[in-house]
C-alpha cells in the first residue's frame, strides 16, 4: 500500500514551516519531483499566506527547477573539453549550456 493510501499515516498536527523544510532538507535532482509531490499534498489544505504554504511553494518551485534542470557541480569545463550535459527534460536546452 503507498503512503498516499496510508490512513495510518494522516497528520493529527497543524502542518508547519519546518515540516516542510525536513521533507526537503536533502533534495537531489534524483528524488525532487517525488519530494515536491509530497510537499503539495502537505500543504493542499492550508490556506494562501500560511508560513508552511508560503515556505511549501517556494521550495516547490525550486524542486522542479531542479528536478527538471539538474544540478551543476564543480568548475566551468576546461579548455577543449565540454561540460556534461543536464539530465534536462528538454535536450536542446541541455546542449545550449
Known amino acids: 500500500m503507498s503512503e498516499a493510501q496510508d490512513p495510518s499515516l494522516a497528520r493529527a498536527a497543524e502542518v508547519t514551516v519546518e515540516d516542510v523544510r525536513e521533507l526537503c532538507g536533502a533534495s537531489t535532482p534524483h528524488f525532487a519531483l ?18 508552511a504554504r508560503v515556505e511549501g511553494e517556494r521550495e516547490i518551485a525550486r524542486l522542479n527547477a531542479l528536478g527538471l534542470a539538474g544540478e551543476h557541480r564543480g568548475h566551468q569545463a576546461e579548455a577543449g573539453l565540454a561540460p556534461l550535459a543536464s539530465a534536462s527534460a528538454d535536450p536542446a536546452a541541455a546542449q545550449a549550456e
Open 34 to 51: 517525488q519530494l515536491r509531490n509530497r510537499i503539495a499534498r502537505l500543504i493542499a489544505p492550508l490556506p494562501a499566506g500560511h508560513p
